[in-house]
């Protein structure tokens, strides 16, 4: 039972547009969020985060926004960049301690 | 250096077999984590060590699989008599104590069963 979905597997972008990664999550628990960024044969690294009790966090490039009641969540990259270009997962706890994470969505910034 | 530390970071063996993955962790983070990877496959919860506290367990998908964190540092996670739906790549995260912190993970072993 995934708790936690990226229903878009892929997604390409040309260089200086926006990324749109989605994600939705079924726990209404669920209070704190994350983003990570993989490279090939690395393992993820935290890219932002975001709690209940805010609807958006930004940091540089890069934006989370938070629908509750959607039990959705979204990350934002503006503007896209080459070095974007990895898998992206999103990931859901309740506790702060377990967390969930979705199968990721592989992003291709196009130079 | 500074980072998760997982060796080995490949390994092949024959169904059957065990194997022993280790990880350390960032010194000072107390909070242990192993996820698997499989192909096409998000990350899946396999074990959780906090501190002294017992492990919370529940992501082990069969009894073949068991881990120790010994001194609160180094983890073992040991997978017996393998089988080729183990293949994956097994990842570590740390964490510092206090909850809502982001893991910080290792580049991971990529398990294959032959």
């Known amino acids: 039972d995934q708790q936690v979905k990226q229903n878009s597997p892929s997604l390409s972008v040309q260089e200086g547009r926006i990324s749109i990664l989605n994600c939705d999550y079924t726990?209404?628990?669920?209070?704190?969020f994350l983003w990570y960024k993989k490279y090939p044969a690395e393992g993820p690294t935290f890219l932002i985060s975001?709690?209940?009790?805010?609807d958006k966090n930004e940091d540089g490039r890069f934006t989370v926004f938070l629908n509750k009641s959607a039990k959705h969540l979204s990350l934002h990259i503006v503007p896209s960049q080459p070095g974007d270009s990895a898998v992206y997962f999103c990931?859901?706890?309740?506790?702060?301690?377990?967390?969930?994470f979705g199968t990721g969505t592989s992003l291709t910034v196009i130079p | 250096g500074a980072g998760v530390s997982q060796s080995p970071s490949n390994k092949v063996t024959e169904k059957g077999k065990d194997v022993e993955l280790r990880c350390d962790p960032i010194s000072g983070h107390t909070a242990l984590y192993w996820y698997r990877q499989s192909l096409g496959q998000g990350l899946e919860f396999l074990i959780y060590?906090?501190?002294?506290?017992?492990?919370?367990k529940s992501g082990l998908p069969s009894d073949r699989f068991s881990a120790e964190r010994t001194g609160g540092s180094v983890s073992t996670l040991t997978i017996q008599r393998t089988q080729q739906e183990d293949s994956a790549v097994y990842l570590c995260?740390?964490?510092?104590?206090?909850?809502?912190?982001?893991?910080?993970f290792g580049d991971g072993t990529r398990l294959s069963i032959l």
């Open positions: 975001i709690s209940s009790i805010k």
């Open positions: 995260a740390s964490s510092i104590r206090r909850s809502n912190q982001p893991q910080h």
């Open positions: 990931a859901a706890s309740a506790d702060g301690n377990q967390f969930y």
């Open positions: 726990n209404s628990m669920f209070d704190y």
């Open positions: 060590f906090q501190g002294n506290s017992a492990p919370d």
